[in-house]
């Protein structure tokens, strides 16, 4: 049996789909961070982002133009690698509906590869194409552990539900509260330490992802609420 690889083009919308092998049916994640990648080079071409990122984990050895990497829950297809960075490009539609045209040198990004056939789905079903951004509102200490409050648009609210999944910033996380204006989650240690989520300051805008079974459970039901 041939080893699966991660293979993917992207779209115009900025978002994966595979095009090379025809024994994967789409590009998914599972919102379990694998590593957290640190801007080298941020270059503005017209209306795009080119990026150059430092993993701090991954080998960019191991990785191959063409395939797929969750930044910050955006998928992104690398166009290029090297001894020490990977390079992505970031075009308006995702520069408009993600927070990756704020990045920055220096500025750090959390990484996922794409899943492989076989490989365990240790979050939840993650498709890269962000829903939208919120934004911090608070942050409390509850024991170990480190709550956060998002506030999102209604649009998105309408998919989150108490005990359901959500992505933020490409971090597979449970809802523990939902109210009208907002959401919170709480970060185990682990999470805090290995992703970028324990260093959000308030009003800082992260990307999310609702759970894709809900918008689909909506359309099969003709869109009502």
Known sequence: MREPHRWSVASPRGRCNVGVRPWYTDIVFTGLVEDVGTVARADRRSDALVLAIRPHRLPPGELVAGESICH??????VTETGRETFGVLAGAETLARTTLGGLRTGSRVNLERALRVGDRLGGHWVTGHIDGTGELAARRD???NLVLVVRA?????????????????GVSLTVNAVDAESFAVAIIPHTREHTTLGAL?????VNLEVDILAKHVEKLMGGRP
């Not at 998105?156 to 999944?165: A, F, H, P, Q």
């Not at 300051?201 to 805008?205: H, N």
Request: charged content about 20%; some cysteine.
């Open 153 to 169: 648009a209604p649009a998105l609210l309408r998919y989150i539900v108490e005990k359901g999944s959500i992505a933020i910033a």
């Open 201 to 205: 300051a308030i009003g800082e805008r």
């Open 142 to 144: 509850l024991g170990a």
């Open 72 to 77: 910050d829950g955006a998928c992104l297809t």
